[in-house]
Each structure stands twice: as structure tokens, then as C-alpha cells.
Nanobody, 116 residues
Framework: QVQLAESGGGLVQAGGSLRLSCAAS????????MAWYRQAPGKERELVAS???????YVVDSVKDRFTIDRDNAKNTIYLQMNSLEPEDTAVYYC??????????WGQGTRVTVSS
């Protein structure tokens, strides 16, 4: 079972940028579908972006002009580049791994706070 560890969260002013990283341990990283989810205070967890093992990329419409997902299989890592951050992006961001659309492995999350 793959284990995931997110990093890169923090406090940033509106309009700023952050780059989140998710490092995976375990074997066969390149065979996993990977994703970023977020959960804002009082809201349900939502999918932000995904990068499949077959290199299919999805980014939710609400952030697709500002966020970019990438993966480096050589480093067992995925990234979420977040630009032009807005207070509405404040959330805990989670990395997830799985196969065939089922994300069974989750990281502990990294908190992103965007001040206005």
C-alpha cells in the first residue's frame, strides 16, 4: 500500500502562489492514479485535480485557469501549482492515490490559508 505525505501548505495573501507536493512511498508509483482533493471549513471534500497513470489530466473548472497538476514518476511525487490564490481556496489539501477511479490511500493533508 502506498503511503503519501503532503507538504507546501501555508499562509499566503490573496493573489499569491503556492506549490504543494505529495511524496509517495512504496512500489509501482507510476501505476497509480493520483489526485488532489480539498476540504474547506464546513464543506465536503472535493476533487481539485487528478493525474492518471495513463497521463490523463483533469482539473475542476473552478480552478483550471489557476491551478496545475503535475507528476514526476522518477521522484514518486505529484505537485499542485496554485496561482492567483483566493480566500475561497482556503482549505486542507489532500493527496490521494488509487486505481480504476478508487482512491484508497490518502495523506494527512496540508493546510492552505489565503488571507484577503
Amino acid at each position: 500500500q502506498v503511503q503519501l505525505a503532503e507538504s507546501g501548505g501555508g499562509l499566503v495573501q490573496a493573489g499569491g502562489s503556492l506549490r504543494l507536493s505529495c511524496a509517495a512511498s512504496g512500489r509501482f508509483f507510476n501505476t497509480y492514479d493520483m489526485a488532489w482533493y480539498r476540504q474547506a471549513p464546513g464543506k465536503e471534500r472535493e476533487l481539485v485535480a487528478s493525474f492518471s497513470s495513463g497521463n490523463n489530466i483533469y482539473v475542476v473548472d473552478s480552478v483550471k485557469d489557476r491551478f496545475t497538476i503535475d507528476r514526476d514518476n522518477a521522484k514518486n511525487t505529484i505537485y499542485l501549482q496554485m496561482n492567483s490564490l483566493e480566500p475561497e481556496d482556503t482549505a486542507v489539501y489532500y493527496c490521494a492515490a488509487g486505481r480504476f477511479g478508487n482512491y484508497g490511500a490518502w495523506g494527512q493533508g496540508t493546510r492552505v490559508t489565503v488571507s484577503s
